[in-house]
């Protein structure tokens, strides 16, 4: 297990940018596969971005495409979420968490959790 902490959440205006970090506890965490996910207000929680241990795969929501990005650096075990081109529809806490093997990118397939961190995009 490691513990995750994010920070970087806050308010910004539509277009702007932001950049969300996930910081780990653990000698192994470069060994684990990090997702993104986010629960929007009044929604179910739902997946956003995810990467490999190694960082050589990356995976996306489809409504994020080209505007989110992922990566790690385990030097610093730390995994980020540069988000550019926000829209009020981003709008959720938004959480990272790790699993040891990345079998699938639904909730359930990721075990240990951060405590989140709130984006809020006015228009």
């Known amino acids: 297990q490691v513990q995750l902490v994010e920070s970087g959440g806050g308010l910004v205006q539509a277009g702007d940018s932001l950049r969300l970090s996930c910081s780990a506890s653990?000698?192994?965490?470069?060994?684990?596969?990090v997702g993104w996910f986010r629960q929007p207000p009044g929604k179910e929680r739902e997946f956003v971005a995810a990467?490999?241990?190694?960082?050589?795969?990356?995976y996306y929501r489809d409504s994020v495409k080209g505007r989110f990005t992922i990566s790690r650096d385990n030097a610093k075990n730390t995994v980020y979420l540069q988000m550019s081109s926000l829209n009020p529809e981003d709008t959720a806490a938004y959480y990272c968490?790790?699993?040891?093997?990345?079998?699938?990118?639904?909730?359930?397939?990721?075990?240990?959790w951060g405590q989140g961190t709130q984006v809020t995009v006015s228009s």
């Open positions: 968490a790790a699993a040891n093997r990345l079998r699938g990118l639904s909730w359930s397939d990721f075990g240990s």
């Open positions: 653990g000698r192994t965490f470069s060994s684990y596969a």
């Open positions: 990467i490999t241990w190694s960082g050589s795969n990356t």
